[in-house]
């Protein structure tokens, strides 16, 4: 059984940039429902489709498949609720972990959110001087709320302290 355990921020500043090389993703949701989100992505030149379940806490189950790339695109083209999530990622290596930082574009241009995955919710981790406000629970943040309600329609600007 997968299991995903991630804390997310908002980010501050500019000092996490040059820190990692960007890839860009498009993805889109074939299930966004709260019990179970089913997504398909593009990062680059390799394609997965995921499986999600209800976060508990920090933590839910994931599932994660490679699937053929052109598979994807018709996915993305034909089934995926719109808009999609267009963002690039830069993965940081600090410590004992590997931040990914998401600056996202399309409907959700300005956004930017760092991640991090955990062994254990209780792991202690050091938060960069560019992470700002948790928003590890707050759906809004969730990609699959971002579909139906893109940053760009919020009406104002997010404090990232």
């Given at each position: 059984m997968g299991k995903e355990i991630e804390r997310r921020f908002l980010v501050k500043g500019d000092g996490w940039r040059g820190l990692g090389q960007g890839v860009e993703y498009q993805q889109g949701f074939l299930s966004t429902v709260k019990e179970r989100v089913v997504r398909v992505r593009i990062a680059g030149e390799k394609a997965t489709l995921t499986i999600k379940g209800i976060s508990e806490g920090y933590s839910r189950l994931e599932f994660e498949y490679e699937i053929p790339k052109a598979d994807a695109r018709i996915l993305l083209n034909s089934l995926c609720e719109r808009p999609w999530i267009e963002?690039?990622?830069?993965?940081?290596?600090?410590?004992?972990?590997?931040?990914?930082?998401?600056?996202?574009?399309?409907?959700?241009?300005?956004?930017?959110?760092?991640?991090?995955?955990?062994?254990?919710?209780?792991?202690?981790?050091?938060?960069?001087?560019?992470?700002?406000?948790?928003?590890?629970?707050?759906?809004?943040?969730?990609?699959?709320?971002?579909?139906?309600?893109?940053?760009?329609?919020?009406?104002?600007?997010?404090?990232?302290?």
């Open positions: 963002k690039i990622r830069y993965r940081i290596p600090l410590g004992e972990v590997v931040w990914e930082v998401d600056e996202f574009h399309g409907d959700n241009q300005g956004l930017i959110m760092a991640e991090v995955e955990l062994t254990d919710e209780n792991q202690q981790v050091e938060l960069p001087s560019w992470v700002g406000r948790e928003v590890s629970t707050d759906a809004r943040y969730f990609n699959a709320s971002l579909v139906h309600t893109p940053y760009s329609l919020w009406g104002h600007t997010e404090p990232v302290d």
